[in-house]
């Protein structure tokens, strides 16, 4: 347990070490920068853009990769680059509000199942193994069904199927730490459950989740990418991947450079966070190093 | 055994019976009334009064559930709301070609994965070990629904290697149609049967048995072929078990980019015209066979490692 204390981000100078550890691995370091760069095109996209991403010009329709056009032009005219730049703020403004969300939920509910009594434990974990037995698109499909397509409905239906994730994983961390001794002793002094909890415990899960976290950013980039491209994610003219997929695949054989401009973005994005993830899970807490 | 068996069903069906109820309730807590959202605008009166009718909506909500509940036990899944054809038809004569279609995905992922994971624990830490697991990572990343797509535009459209829709007629046809959409589900698993299998096949070779087999001084293929990857291929097991909710997710958008018949294209089409008891049946039956996949690969696990059995 010591060593989940020590490696735990609580000061600037330890996420450093964190940083600088990941940064020394090759893998780590691409993914770094990939994310970086992602980052860095979503926060300034709105300077970055040569055209504006919904603004269409029928004249200059379907035109391919130019120098006045990177990437050419969709159906409408409207510049893909622009498009493919603006996207990326669209998968991070879904990816990062709903795995904060179900990171904050799924370790509230994850911390009361394994500290509280065991009924409730019981409870939480037959709804966190249900909600699980959704396949998660056919899940996702059916709350669209229902509630229809949105921004918001991506963001809920990716929080409902990650939270019993992080539930678990809290809960099992939990678990081990109920009987260590510091929080015996910190028991025995008489601080509460919400000291315990909060002051105690959380410290030490957070950095497990956090990485988990990283690790689960590309799963949700396709996800929302997955529905756009179904035309139940996010609705046009928002620029998504998914949906620059979408209008590349209606018109697969006119505008194909539509499609490796959606798809290249994910794969990359992907690789980035994959890599990054992998190699903050072995600096953050090299005992997670398993099977996967 | 027979316990854990018996344990590991129920458990099974307390699942189902829970995720039936969440989605029973989450179609009621929909705001506006149930009847007009599954008709959308081409609902009339008469229309409405028969589905109100054949839903018994007009009951209370824990009769609704009982009665639902009753159907699924005779396999009613309620009626096509425009044809009238029952549900339970219509998603069983769909499920075989999105079976098809995981099957022959994971089966060669599978194949290839696992010759990979040896090779690569074989020799561990030489440079194909780090290639293979570098490319192990990057294929994890690959999501299905984008190689599908990128496969489909340089294999199918440029190069115009295989057929880019359909499912194909006869034996042949039928597997040359499934060369890119296996192709597009199962490359992600190859990376990962891969890791897996070298983390597992490396731990076994540290085993007293593997030593025992090299004194007797069998070659190194016949130990890890014949000795090492029968244990090792247990994670194999659970993980393919486990991760039958992930092939069907995958395989939902690959019958779309591919336009291949299937519970993808169904759930898809159904969304599109509102047949909402056709959604809901396809979700429930795929729900379905994700948990009965979980738990035989528990049992299967504890069939092959009886350590496993005491841990549920």
């Keep these: 347990m010591t060593d989940a204390v020590a490696h735990t981000p609580k000061s600037k100078s330890e996420l450093a070490i964190i940083i600088t550890g990941v940064a020394r691995d090759p893998l780590g370091l691409i993914g770094l920068v990939i994310v970086g760069a992602i980052v860095f095109s979503a926060v300034f996209a709105a300077w970055i853009v040569p055209y504006d991403p919904i603004a269409m010009n029928i004249p200059d329709r379907m035109q391919g990769p130019s120098g006045a056009h990177w990437l050419g032009t969709d159906q409408l005219g409207r510049d893909t680059f622009s498009r493919v730049i603006m996207g990326g703020q669209v998968a991070l403004k879904v990816a990062l509000p709903a795995i904060f969300g179900a990171m904050a939920i799924g370790l509230t509910l994850g911390m009361i199942a394994g500290y509280g009594p065991k009924w409730l434990d019981n409870f939480l974990m037959l709804l966190f193994d249900t909600i699980r037995s959704f396949p998660t698109v056919m899940f996702a499909l059916a709350v669209v069904a229902l509630i229809g397509p949105s921004l918001q409905t991506v963001v809920f239906v990716v929080m409902a199927t990650s939270i019993p994730t992080y539930g678990r994983v809290a809960r099992t961390q939990t678990l081990t730490l109920r009987n260590s001794e510091f929080i015996l002793a910190e028991r025995a002094m008489g601080a509460s459950i919400t000291r315990i909890l909060g002051v105690h415990m959380l410290p030490n899960i957070i950095g497990v989740l956090a990485v988990l976290a990283a690790m689960d950013i590309p799963t949700v980039i396709a996800l929302e990418a997955g529905l756009s491209f179904l035309g139940l994610g996010v609705k046009p003219p928002t620029p998504s991947w998914g949906a620059l997929l979408k209008d590349g695949y209606a018109l697969i054989r006119q505008t194909p450079w539509l499609v490796v401009g959606g798809g290249l973005p994910i794969v990359i994005a992907t690789l980035g966070f994959t890599f990054l993830g992998e190699s903050l899970r072995d600096v953050v807490d090299p005992k997670l190093r398993k099977n996967r | ?312």
């Design chain 2, 1 to 312: 055994m027979l316990l854990f068996t018996l344990k590991r069903f129920a458990l099974a069906a307390l699942i189902l019976v829970v995720a039936v109820t969440i989605m029973f309730l989450m179609i009621r807590a929909v705001p506006g009334d149930p009847v007009s959202i599954m008709l959308g605008p081409r609902a009339t009166p008469e229309l409405k009064a028969r589905l109100i009718a054949e839903m018994a909506l007009d009951q209370s909500i824990p009769k609704q559930l009982m009665l639902y509940f009753g159907g699924l036990l005779r396999g009613d899944l309620g009626v096509d709301v425009f044809s009238g054809r029952e549900v339970t038809t219509i998603v069983f004569e769909q499920l075989p070609h999105t079976l098809k279609l995981i099957f022959s995905a994971i089966t060669w992922s599978a194949i290839l994965g696992i010759a990979l994971g040896c090779y690569a624990a074989a020799h561990p830490n030489t440079w194909i070990d780090r290639a293979a697991a570098t490319i192990s990572v990057s294929f994890i990343a690959a999501p299905a629904f984008v190689v599908a797509l990128l496969s489909l535009l340089v294999f199918a459209v440029h190069l115009q290697w295989f057929p880019a829709i359909g499912v194909g007629e006869g034996f042949w046809g039928t597997a040359w149609h499934l060369v890119l959409p296996s192709l597009a589900i199962g490359l992600s698993w190859v990376g990962y049967i891969a890791r897996l299998v070298r983390a597992s096949m490396l731990e076994v070779m540290g085993e007293s048995h593997i030593r025992t087999a090299r004194a007797f001084g069998l070659s190194e293929r016949r130990i890890i072929g014949a000795y090492a990857l029968r244990i090792a291929i247990l994670p194999v097991v659970t993980v393919i078990g486990v991760g039958m909710g992930f092939l069907l997710s995958s395989a939902v958008f690959t019958e779309i980019v591919f336009a291949r018949p299937g519970l993808g294209k169904l759930v898809i089409d159904s969304i599109t015209t509102r047949n909402y008891p056709i959604v809901m049946g396809a979700v429930l039956v795929s729900t379905g066979l994700f948990v009965i996949s979980t738990a035989l690969a528990d049992l299967i696990n504890a069939l092959l490692d009886p350590r496993a059995r005491t841990n549920t």
